[in-house]
T-cell receptor, first 112, second 113 residues
Framework: KAGVTQTPRYLIKTRGQQVTLSCSPI?????VSWYQQTPGQGLQFLFE???????NKGNFPGRFSGRQFSNSRSEMNVSTLELGDSALYLC???????????FGSGTRLTVV | QQQVKQSPQSLIVQKGGISIINCAYE??????FPWYQQFPGKGPALLIA?????SEKKEGRFTISFNKSAKQFSLHIMDSQPGDSATYFC????????????FGEGTQLTVNP
């Protein structure tokens, strides 16, 4: 059974640009969540999508957005990148909200 | 309050020893408490999880102890092995908020051979 797949694995962007990250959940999983991991702030919840609807949103500015497609694949977008957006972005999927979540290996975003 | 406090920040244990990591939470609405293990370059992997209706859960060498009145829970790794060297995160969530996990700060565990 394939795990959670995140693409790309590494990304370098310039301040002010925008970026789109992709997440393919485990087959059959309907919930996809996104987290930001940094050395200073640790793991922080960005948002959760379930059946194409955003169910939860963390305390991040509106520059951070996401969406989920009918096949449960999800994308997150960060516009007007700032240096502080440099982080490991993790996607997690589960069959249903509240059950065990499986994380992908993440996308390492570096903003220069 | 949504915080989860984790300690220690780092831990060094000899092979065969017991590793103990502690977490404390404030929000009594939390009803799901997982532990994750993360290796460099990888995402966190679910180790073991507990709900507040039980005080202890054991899976292999890993045990969660849960104290609802003290709002604390801990991870015990018995017979620690060098392969257990990783960063461990406790987390908490409440069913009404779906998969929104609040993570502790993490503990860097090193098991010396």
């Amino acid at each position: 059974k394939a795990g959670v797949t995140q693409t790309p694995r590494y990304l370098i962007k310039t301040r002010g640009q925008q970026v789109t990250l992709s997440c393919s959940p485990i087959s059959g999983h309907r919930s996809v969540s996104w987290y930001q991991q940094t050395p200073g702030q640790g793991l922080q919840f960005l948002f959760e999508y379930f059946s194409e609807t955003q169910r939860n949103k963390g305390n991040f500015p509106g520059r951070f957005s996401g969406r989920q497609f009918s096949n449960s694949r999800s994308e997150m977008n960060v516009s007007t990148l700032e240096l502080g957006d440099s982080a490991l972005y993790l996607c997690a999927s589960s069959f249903d909200s509240g059950s065990g979540y499986t994380f992908g290996s993440g996308t390492r975003l570096t903003v220069v | 309050q949504q915080q989860v406090k984790q300690s220690p920040q780092s831990l060094i244990v000899q092979k065969g020893g017991i590793s103990i990591i502690n977490c404390a939470y404030e929000n009594t609405a939390f009803d799901y408490f997982p532990w994750y293990q993360q290796f460099p370059g990888k995402g966190p992997a679910l180790l073991i999880a507990i709900r507040p209706d039980v005080s202890e859960k054991k899976e292999g060498r890993f045990t969660i102890s849960f104290n609802k009145s003290a709002k604390q829970f801990s991870l015990h790794i018995m017979d620690s092995q060098p392969g257990d060297s990783a960063t461990y995160f406790c987390a908490a969530s409440k069913s009404s908020q779906g998969s929104r996990l609040t993570f502790g700060e993490g503990t860097q565990l090193t098991v010396n051979p």
